[in-house]
Nanobody, 126 residues
Framework: QVQLVESGGGLVQAGGSLRLSCAAS????????LGWFRQGPGQEREFVGAIRWSDAISNYADSVKGRFTIDRDIAKNTVYLQMNSLKPEDTAVYYC???????????????????WGQGTQVTVSS
């Protein structure tokens, strides 16, 4: 089992920034991939980005590329989602997800992740 605890959500004005954290614990492996997904009001859950723990390789959805960055702190076993230039359409519940074995071609698929955090609300006002 892998436990994920997110934090850092809140209310921000358009153009502002927020940083979300996802602390991982439990049976993590060196191959673990941590992904960020979001679900806006009345919308399906969508991929935001993901990072491979071992080498920090990451990728992002086109909608956030250039604005959002994922990095990790090995000592703290924590992954961060830095969100800049936020837009009202970024409003959503953001989820951290993890899986110990996942092909890079599947990083964007939520069904590929076995472990999920509780979610944190991000609201961007116009």
């Amino acid at each position: 089992q892998v436990q994920l605890v997110e934090s850092g959500g809140g209310l921000v004005q358009a153009g502002g920034s927020l940083r979300l954290s996802c602390a991982a614990s439990g049976r993590t492996s060196s191959t673990i991939v941590l992904g960020w997904f979001r679900q806006g009001p009345g919308q399906e859950r969508e991929f935001v980005g993901a990072i491979r723990w071992s080498d920090a390789i990451s990728n992002y959805a086109d909608s956030v590329k250039g604005r959002f960055t994922i990095d990790r702190d090995i000592a703290k076993n924590t992954v961060y989602l830095q969100m800049n230039s936020l837009k009202p359409e970024d409003t959503a519940v953001y989820y951290c997800a993890a899986d110990n074995i996942i092909r890079q071609t599947n990083w964007h698929n939520d069904y590929a992740y076995d472990y999920w955090g509780q979610g944190t609300q991000v609201t961007v006002s116009s």
